[in-house]
């Protein structure tokens, strides 16, 4: 008998299961690993002891995909999968992608768009009467009014657009032990409108104890400004302590509720959810395709943390995680650790130890637990906030014990650390040690810009702080006698860029002598504050009109600012110099970006005839994905 979670009849009856429990439909391919949402969920009801079946990435042009196992005892589960959707299908210029990491083989196509409202009405189509439930991250940042960047319109909840009954939002553990519980105790999915972290549909607020009422639907629909001002309230009620129940009007169709969201993970029940007894691959229906891609990312690589309190605002992990961190135990992390030594293909290489933010291991300071996370305040931005407790001194302590577990050669760190946390933690041995036995050769490290202007609106410190840890890193460098470098990600077209901002961006990637190999331009993902000022063209905790880059071309010339070396931006590049009033950086000159065009070297050589040449500099030599200041 297969240990994996049944996939089809045959695996059903060779379990001798009668009639499933639930039933959770997946747009992944089934991988049995607890970095899947799926397998976390299914091997959580499991272990409670409901029958559980998986339908990953059914036909959803054909119903009988979704009759596999016929009806379920009490629900189907419904998820897009580790990604929404729309982001798996779609670069950020609307372009269809052509690899799907979370499907066999990286094969496109086995998906729908907008996953989990197709499935949530090829399974109502069949079944008219059973409770539908949603979650996932789709689920989760759709699950009330939002904008659709691929439709460039603002959308209804997809609770309503799908045919579901509850959305289980955020991390689900807590909401869908619950939900499985209310419903084998016989009450029907409509009257589980008490269950913190979940968003149901009912005609009339009578019942609930003072709702916040957001904006109508229509409202927001005809005016964007009625959009920022709902997401601010939804923002601000993103904790679990004192996070109000959530309205949101939708006429005729009644309301959509949200509950306040679930409380975090304890340490020990993180633990037992890591503890579960995955099968850690995928299902091997999928060894004739060669697997499934995604899974080689994080094969050998420890979850340690959930949750992030950096406050990104193109992040939407306040929206599903949240800003409280949840921790798995050292004896947890070793004892998957030492799985690793145990599979053939492991080398001897911990590829990651982290969760959204590796550096982080605690709460932000200690109120959080208890009384939750400041609804005005962040805990980073713009300036550490005095209550933060910066202490690496717990995960000093895990790297230790992970690099002396037996099989174990290096243990790296890949997950990204914010380094505005490394400088505000006066003990510097996280660094060192960091530098010493946790990198090789270079440092992935995310400032996003340069510009204060821009990173005021990203969320992220002043560029300053960047150049602080910049200095400090290459001190601990030179302590140990390395030559490793800090490799910076930029973001171009994020709200706020003008096209200054975007030179002032391209002139210091020309003091680094860096040549960017990729770029991301940014993506308005729905449920972030970015988002949101995309949208509607102001920040929507100040209601303060922000500059959006929008048109393509403009875009497109942001990101060629950042890689103006490659010849082939050249005309995008001349472009947005000449756009920013920056025509001073087309010559020969040692800051110069880019050459002259023939007629304007002509126009240049008769204004300047007679005057004193300039003297001939040496070549720059250009440096691929590294860095390294130069000294002033």
Request: aromatic share 10%; net charge positive.
């Amino acid at each position: 008998m297969s240990k994996f979670l049944p996939m089809s009849r045959q695996e059903m009856e060779e379990r001798k299961i009668e009639q499933m429990d639930f039933v959770y439909v997946t747009g992944d391919a089934y991988v049995d690993h607890p970095s899947f949402g799926a397998a976390i969920i299914c091997r959580l009801l499991e272990s409670r002891g409901y029958q559980v079946g998986v339908i990953a990435q059914p036909d959803w042009k054909d119903p009988d995909s979704i009759r596999i196992f016929g009806e379920p005892r009490l629900a189907f589960l419904v998820s897009a999968g580790n990604m929404d959707s729309m982001v798996n299908h779609y670069t950020v210029a609307k372009k269809r992608r052509r690899q799907d990491a979370y499907s066999p083989g990286g094969k496109m196509g086995l998906r729908p768009d907008r996953a989990v409202i197709v499935y949530g009405n090829l399974i109502r189509r069949s079944y008219k009467h059973t409770p539908i439930i949603l979650g996932g991250i789709e689920a989760s940042l759709r699950r009330l009014a939002h904008y659709d960047y691929w439709e460039n319109k603002l959308r209804r909840s997809v609770l309503l657009d799908s045919g579901a009954d509850l959305i289980s939002y955020g991390m689900g553990e807590h909401s869908v032990v619950e939900i499985a519980e209310a419903l084998e105790a016989g009450i029907p999915v409509k009257d589980l409108t008490y269950l913190p972290g979940t968003v149901f549909r009912t005609d009339s607020l009578e019942s609930l104890e003072n709702p916040c009422v957001l904006p109508s639907y229509s409202e927001m629909q005809k005016e964007p400004l009625a959009y920022a001002r709902s997401f601010a309230v939804q923002y601000r009620n993103t904790d679990p302590f004192h996070g109000r129940i959530l309205a949101e009007d939708y006429g005729t169709q009644g309301y959509v509720v949200q509950n306040p969201p679930s409380l975090p993970l304890t340490q020990l029940e993180m633990d037992d959810v890591y503890g579960l007894p995955y099968q850690r691959t995928w299902h091997p229906r999928y060894d004739k395709e060669g697997g499934i891609p995604a899974f080689s990312e994080i094969k050998f690589s420890l979850t340690s943390n959930r949750g992030c309190f950096g406050g990104c605002n193109f992040c939407a992990l306040t929206f599903h995680q949240g800003r409280i961190l949840q921790t798995r135990s050292h004896e947890s992390l070793i004892e998957e650790a030492a799985t690793f030594t145990r599979d053939p293909d492991f080398k001897g290489y911990i590829h990651d130890v982290g969760g959204p933010t590796a550096n982080f291991r605690q709460p932000s300071c200690e109120k959080q637990l208890k009384k939750g996370v400041c609804p005005q305040r962040q805990c980073l931005f713009p300036k550490p906030c005095p209550n933060l407790k910066a202490d690496h001194r717990d995960y000093v302590q895990l790297l230790r014990k992970l690099r002396v577990v037996p099989g174990v050669k290096k243990v790296f760190i890949r997950s990204g650390i914010r380094f505005d946390y490394v400088l505000a933690d006066k003990d510097k041995t996280f660094l060192s040690e960091l530098v010493r036995h946790h990198i090789s050769g270079q440092l992935r490290v995310a400032p996003e810009h340069v510009s204060d202007i821009v990173l005021s609106y990203m969320g992220k410190p002043c560029h300053q702080v960047y150049e602080k840890f910049l200095l400090e890193y290459s001190r601990e460098n030179e302590k140990t006698g390395k030559k490793q470098y800090a490799v910076p990600y930029f973001m171009s077209s994020h709200p706020g860029c003008t096209m200054r901002e975007a030179v002032k961006l391209a002139e210091y990637i020309w003091d680094l002598g860096f040549m960017p190999e990729q770029v991301q331009d940014f993506y308005p993902t729905p449920s972030t504050l970015s988002t949101c000022m995309y949208y509607t063209g102001v920040h929507p905790l100040t209601m303060e009109k922000v500059y959006v880059p929008k048109a393509p071309h403009e875009k497109a010339i942001q990101r060629a600012l950042i890689q103006f070396r490659n010849p082939a931006n050249a005309e995008l590049v001349r472009e947005g110099l000449k756009m920013a009033g920056r025509e001073d950086l087309i010559g020969y000159g040692p800051k110069c970006l880019i050459r002259p065009k023939k007629e304007e070297k002509r126009a240049a050589s008769k204004a300047t005839a007679g005057a004193e040449k300039p003297k001939k500099t040496g070549k720059r030599k250009t440096i691929r994905n590294i860095h390294k200041k130069k000294k002033a």
